[in-house]
């Protein structure tokens, strides 16, 4: 086989070989350059007109069978095509021009060499004929070898650049689907993909849209906090509140704005939450960029890192809210409690309130002292259990007038039962308790026992004679008067023996000698004769009988429920 090889072709073999193996070198060498990152643009050309020259140098070496160097530019031509169309296409030019000078460039060696290139050729002029119908037969078989690959690379170009629009963030580059090969089913594929991640992105940043609404339209301070302390994102309402503006804020350590004191609780906290832990609530003092103070609500949770639930906390997300006014309030309510309770405890008279079912919630030192008892003895106790029982009905009405609205308030005397079982009256003044009290009435007690022992002193002289005790004009005129009304006191044992004694008789009398009494004895025996002979006429009569004195030594006895005058002449006689 390789005497039919030899003597197949005129030129020698080492010719013929020193070219594959001058192409082999120089593709090692630029292998070897891609390989050290050394290439550059002008390589890549230069290596194409290599090839070009080493594939014309085979055609003038073989002479007549020059059209086996056809295929390999087809093949080169075709190589280029997959990835560089335009190469393939300047590759096959250069090609169009290198194979019939080198065609021409054999057949003049070879008719140097006495050999003919061609049958019957006895001149370069006689094979350019062929070269030239050669030529166009490589132009055509190249355009055609080039072609589908171009295709092919022209397409796959789209998908790049669509992949590239894609990856800068262009969600409307389509590409087109008409081929059923695989590159139409990757670009219908893509499509698919681009569409649906476009709608994602569509509803993220709706998404997005709506959470920054919310968040820059929040009345309450949202930020974050990162693991260093420093401060992250804040929205506008945090800006607002602390006073700086975003670019001050970022990366601002976030203890810094917290007031001194509060520093070691704010620490704390975060320090939990870096932890690990699900939420915390606390309330701090912040110190704004004017050097004014105010307190924050802060409701913080963690924002765990990449991983999601179980990844370690990166930042702490926290809602502040400003509570300055509600603490100042707090603060003014503790001080009225204060004073309130002061002004309760000091009050010189008795302060109580009561539940919905009459038991002691609170009571004052007066009331205690009223009552004999220790502070805070009396509390869960029924206020009924401090009164007679027969003075339940003096309050029970009233009290229900002031439930039903019918009243704001309403005042009773009544009788209260201290600890040692002694009875003292009070007026007692009740009303609604306020609200924030959580009681239901308020009581208010002031010791009126001197006041009814002066009242009752006052009505027993008003209706008495000093110096007898007995009743006087007026009480007897009283008595007088509802005898004759048929409406005397109960009848006695002797009145009960005859229900029909319904008359009603008067004895008047006087003492013989009592002036010779006076002017002999004194006034002051004079007084003890009155009185003695009082406590007489009162032994003398019935109960249901009137005593009185109507002046000097003159006395009158209302004999009330007699049947007659028997009856009046028995009181008489013993009398």
């Known amino acids: ?44 050309w230069a290596l194409l007109g290599f090839d070009t020259l080493v594939i014309a140098a085979h055609v003038a070496a073989i002479d007549r069978y020059a059209p086996l160097g056809l295929p390999f530019y087809l093949v080169a031509a075709g190589a280029y095509a997959v990835g560089l169309p335009r190469a393939a296409r300047v590759q096959l030019l250069a090609a169009a021009v290198a194979y019939p000078a080198a065609r021409l460039v054999g057949a003049r060696v070879a008719l140097d060499f006495g050999v003919p290139p061609l049958a019957g050729a006895t001149s370069v002029r006689d094979v350019l004929p062929a070269a030239l ?15 589908g690959p171009a295709r092919l690379t022209a397409r796959m170009r789209r998908v790049r650049h669509a992949l590239g629009a894609l990856e800068q963030g262009d969600l ?29 992105v569509a509803r993220l940043r709706d998404a997005e849209r709506r959470h920054r609404v919310l968040l820059e339209r929040a009345t309450d301070a949202i930020l974050t906090v990162r693991a260093d302390g420093t401060l992250g994102a804040i929205n506008a309402a945090g800006v607002e509140h602390l006073g700086w503006t975003r670019e001050e804020l970022d990366g ?12 070691d609780l704010a620490r704390a906290h975060f320090a939990a939450l870096l932890a690990g832990e699900e939420a915390r609530r606390f309330h701090c003092r912040v110190v704004r960029r004017d050097g004014t103070e105010g307190w924050a609500g802060v409701h913080a949770g963690p924002i765990p890192g990449e991983g999601g639930t179980g990844a370690a906390v990166t930042e702490v997300l926290a809602v502040v809210r400003d509570v300055t006014a509600e603490h100042l309030a707090a603060e003014a309510l503790r001080r009225d409690e204060a004073h309130f309770r002061a002004l309760v405890d000091h009050a010189p008279i008795g302060i109580t309130l009561l539940d919905d079912a009459g038991r002691f919630v609170d009571t004052n030192r007066a009331f205690d002292d009223f009552l004999g008892y220790e502070p805070g003895a009396l509390l869960g106790r029924p206020a009924a259990s401090v009164s007679p029982p027969e003075d339940a009905e003096v309050t029970r009405e009233p009290v229900r007038a002031l439930h039903a609205g019918r009243a704001g ?27 924030e009290t959580g009681a239901a009435l308020l009581g208010m007690v002031q010791d009126i026992t001197e006041r009814k ?45 005859a229900p029909n004694a319904t008359a009603t ?52 006895v209302l004999l009330a429920r007699v049947q007659g005058q028997s009856d009046v002449e028995v009181v008489a006689d013993r009398i």
């Open 453 to 497: 022992r002066l009242e009752e002193e006052l009505a027993h002289q008003a209706h008495h004679d000093p110096l007898t005790g007995l009743a006087n004009r007026t009480r007897l005129r009283q008595r007088m008067r509802t005898a004759l009304a048929g409406a005397a006191g109960p009848a006695s044992g002797a009145e009960r023996r």
């Open 172 to 200: 409307s580059v389509r590409l087109p689907t008409r081929g059923e090969d695989d590159v139409g089913y990757l670009s219908r594929s893509f499509n698919r993909c681009a569409e649906a991640l476009a709608g994602a």
């Open 505 to 556: 008789a008067v004895l008047v009398l006087d003492l013989d000698g009592f002036k010779t009494v006076n002017d002999s004895l004194g006034h002051a025996a004079g007084d003890r004769l009155l009185a003695e002979v009082g406590e007489r006429l009162l032994n003398a009569t019935r109960g249901c009988d009137t005593v009185a004195r109507l002046g000097g030594d003159e006395f009158a």
């Open 1 to 44: 086989a390789l005497d039919v090889a030899t003597d197949a072709f005129v030129v020698a073999w080492p010719t013929l070989l020193a070219f594959p193996v001058l192409a082999a070198a120089v593709n090692g060498v630029a292998w070897w350059v891609h390989r050290r990152g050394l290439v550059r643009p002008w390589h890549f």
């Open 133 to 147: 119908i050669e030529t166009a037969l490589l132009c055509g078989l190249g355009l055609l070898a080039i072609d």
């Open 409 to 435: 308030r309403v005042t009773v005397e009544k009788r209260f039962v201290r600890r040692t079982g002694e009875v003292r009256w009070a007026s007692l003044t009740v009303v609604h308790a306020p609200p």
């Open 252 to 263: 601002r350590d976030v203890f810094a704005i917290v007031h001194p004191e509060d520093r």
